[in-house]
């Protein structure tokens, strides 16, 4: 495989880097937007037959 390829793929975010050396718990921050339970990515688009 090319090597720039794999180089870029072996990278860690600094939060995965903390979960490899032991931490248990997800900065839910990172993921929540604060105001609500659910996620901040672009809701799923409905399927169509709906």
Not at 16 to 43: N, Q
């Amino acid at each position: 495989m090319n090597q720039a390829l794999l180089r870029q793929l072996s990278r860690i975010s600094p939060e995965e880097a903390e979960i490899l050396e032991g931490r248990r718990a997800v900065d839910r921050s990172l993921y929540m937007d604060g105001s609500h339970s659910t996620g901040t990515s672009k809701p799923a688009s409905p399927p169509p037959w709906s």
